[in-house]
């Protein structure tokens, strides 16, 4: 899940960055409205998390434009300002929710879970497709009943691809997921993720399309 951070307190959002990494999240941080404009152009991002105080321009009246030019992508405003008034003005200017600082970056976390299965629709808070069972809270999957223990990269791949379980992604989806600005990407990352992914849950899981991309099979 890939998440644009509208923030321009450097160190808080460094800070952030790294506790939403550590929770399996790939984050890009922007400083201004003007380049979170430009962000979104290019990247498909799954949720903006937005300061309110920003250099170029206000975040409410951000988020405003982005909800009149039809950008339905959920938004978590982060703020300092506490008053009841904000607050509404956030929410009724288009956010999904709303947080004020100081907050727990667990409870950044899992309002952002919450946020995506509202999003994708989905009522549970385990993702279940054919024999795999995958909880993003924890970060674990288990296989036919049997806990399977993966890296970083595999369970974002995994996870990546039961988010969207009927649809053939590409290779440079799946990359545009995992990798952050920055972040160097080796050619073949994603299918030696693949590779590895198949190896720990045998055949009949993923199914690769030749040139075009991955698929998780359909469970019989
Ligand atoms: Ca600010």
Redo the contacts with the bound molecule.
């Keep these: 899940m890939r998440i644009l951070l509208v ?3 450097a160190m808080l959002g460094d800070a952030l960055g790294c506790s939403l990494a550590q929770e399996g999240f790939t984050v890009d941080r922007v400083s201004t409205a003007e380049d979170a404009g430009l962000s979104l152009g290019t990247v498909d991002y799954t949720l903006i998390l937005l ?1 309110l ?2 250099p170029d321009q206000g975040g409410l009246e951000f988020l405003a434009e982005q909800r009149a030019a039809g950008n339905p992508i959920p938004v978590i405003i982060l703020t300092a300002r506490d008053a009841v008034a904000d607050r509404i003005a956030g929410l009724d200017s288009g956010a999904d929710d709303y947080l004020v600082k100081p907050f727990d970056p667990d409870e950044l976390a899992a309002r952002i879970r919450a946020l995506h299965r509202r999003q994708v629709g989905r009522f549970s808070p385990v993702i279940e497709h054919g024999p795999l069972v995958l909880n993003p809270a924890t970060r674990e999957l288990s296989c036919h009943g049997v806990r399977v223990s993966l890296t970083a990269r595999e369970y974002a791949v995994l996870a990546t691809l039961m988010e969207r379980p009927g649809a053939l992604l590409s290779r440079s989806t799946i990359e545009e997921r995992l990798y952050g600005w920055g972040e160097e990407i080796e050619s073949n990352a994603v299918e030696v993720h693949i590779h590895n992914l198949r190896k720990k849950l045998g055949p009949g899981i993923i199914r690769t399309v030749r040139g075009v991309g991955y698929m998780l099979e359909e469970p019989p």
Excluded: H, R, V
């Design positions: 923030e321009d307190d300061d105080g920003l």
